[in-house]
C-alpha cells in the first residue's frame, strides 16, 4: 500500500516536471519568436503572440507597432529609448532603467 502511494507521488511529480518543461518550451518559443520578428524590416513586422501583422501607430510623437488582433504593443529599442526618459518615473521608465539582466 505504502509502495503504490510511492508510485502515486512519482507520478504526480512527473507529472509536474513535464508541465513545467511544457511552461519553459513555449516561452522560449516565444523569445525566439520575438527576436525573430524584431530581424525584419519594420513594415513587415508580425505579432509575436498570434502572428498578425502589427500596425505603426503614432502617439505622442513616438511610433510603436500595436496588433489589432490581440492589442498587443511592440516597443524596439529606438522606440523605447524615446518614451523611457520622459517617462523615467513611470513604470515603463523604471522597467527600462532597472539593473539589465546578465545574459
Ligand atoms: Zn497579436
Known sequence: MADEKDR???KLHQKEKADEDRFFAERDRELLARLRSHKEPADGLSCPRCAK???AVSY???TVDQCPACGGVWLDRGELE???PRERESWLGRFFHRPKPVV
Do not use: S
Request: charged share 15%; glycine share 8%; proline share 8%.
Open 60 to 62: 505622442q510623437d513616438v
Open 53 to 55: 501583422p502589427l500596425a
Open 8 to 10: 502515486l507521488g512519482d
Open 82 to 84: 524615446a518614451l523611457a
